[in-house]
């Protein structure tokens, strides 16, 4: 201020003088007020060129005096502008980091393997994150300030976004969901600020898979054990209550004794398949001859096709080359006699049976199971390796089958990473394949 006053009072000497000096001390009079005018204009213009550079968008940069001219604004008028300025720096600089907080955090919910969306008080998308988008069918950028009532559109949602009653999560049929493969969502909405709503979204369709799964297993389980137990403890009571006769009595105690050999059938292949499942990968030290495998699946296959069919069936078994394969030869036998022993099971008597071995062009083996059984409807392959998954139930348990054959088989495939393949056709038979990888398979040294 004091700067002002010295300028002013500098104005109104010079134009006081030159009034005087012009026109004694009536042009005194008019030169005092001439300089306070001339003071008074110059200042207009520095407070002009001041509020033109705060409503220009160059407001970071100091404003100068003329256009094309290096010097600053002098004074007050300058001092102000330099404090103005350095405030819009530190503004700047400030949402600057802001800016690129939100970016970060914008980021790692982009990351975020759920889905993010941003609501406003009116239910409106403010934002989403691409996981969001695609678990309900979002555009990111398009549906931005749609109402989600309007994209969503699932009953048991709306109901759950009119009560507003968040304490609890919603199910929900995800974006792509069909019968044949549906896909669940977890929908949960949090508030915050005002009004606003933060909808967090996941994916839980093999959360509810592995659920279905535990269900059908325990019930599977208890309804296998349950059956021969029955049996078992019916025939016990008639025994302990009546007085039978030696044939009676020996066949009572021998459908006793196949009750609980089915009972320890379904127990040894429930071990096996935990087994699999805990033990580490087989590795590449331990290798087991085709022909010794083959010999141990024939002699299984016409065992139990003398006892289930008693015309036997035809039972081709061609070895190939011999070659031996890496891996847990425990493991790799049981495999393959599943094979075996499905294809004897569910061929009709009299049928063909052909069990091949064959070292393919690029190195890998593939051991081939061909029926000639009544094949299999397609919409059944897909589900053929689940436990206790059965085309023909009534047959299965007649043959003694525990359901988990074909799932020992896949877990023995994967292990040793292989891969098992199933074709069939209905009224045309089924062919299973286990193709092991070339490092796997090779072909024995002769000894010279």
Known sequence: MIRRWIAFSCCAVVGGAVGWWAGSREGLAWGLLLGAAGWQLMDSFYARRLLNWLRSEQSNETPILMAGAQPRLPGVWGEAADRVRRLLKNRHQQYSESQARLDEFLSALQASPNGVVLLDDAGRIEWCNQMAAQHFGFDARRDIQQHIANLVRDPAFNAYMATANFSQEVVIPGNFSTQARPVKLSVHVHCYGKGKKLLLSRDITALEQAEAMRRDFVANVSHEIRTPLTVVSGFI????????????????????????????????????????????????????????????????????????????????????????????????????????????????????????????????????????????????????????????????????????????????????????????????????????????????????
Not at 273 to 298: M, N
Request: proline content about 6%; aromatic content about 6%; overall charge positive.
């Open 237 to 448: 009571e008639t025994l302990q209550t009546f007085p039978l006769k030696k044939p009676e009595r020996d066949r009572y105690l021998c459908l006793m004794a196949q009750q609980s050999q089915r009972m320890q059938t379904l127990v040894d292949d429930l071990l096996t398949l935990s087994r699999l499942e805990g033990s580490p990968l087989p590795g590449a030290q331990e290798w087991s001859a085709t022909k010794i495998l083959f010999a141990q699946c024939e002699q299984e296959a016409r065992a139990l096709s003398g006892v289930i069919a008693p015309q036997g069936h035809q039972l081709v078994f061609e070895p190939g080359p011999a070659c031996e394969i890496a891996g847990i030869q425990r493991e790799i036998c049981s495999a393959l006699s599943n094979l075996v022993t499905n294809a004897v099971r569910y061929t009709p008597e009299a049928g063909l049976i052909r069990v091949s071995w064959a070292l393919l062009a690029d190195g890998r083996g593939e051991f081939r199971v061909r029926d000639s059984g009544p094949g299999i409807a397609p919409e059944h392959l897909p589900r053929l390796t689940e436990r206790f998954y059965r085309v023909d139930r009534s047959r299965s348990r007649e043959t003694g089958g525990t359901g988990l054959g074909l799932a020992i088989v896949k877990h023995v495939a994967q292990r040793h990473g292989a891969e098992l393949r199933i074709e069939s056709q209905v009224g045309q038979g089924s062919c299973f394949s286990i193709i092991f990888p070339a490092a796997r398979v090779r072909q024995p040294v002769q000894a010279a």
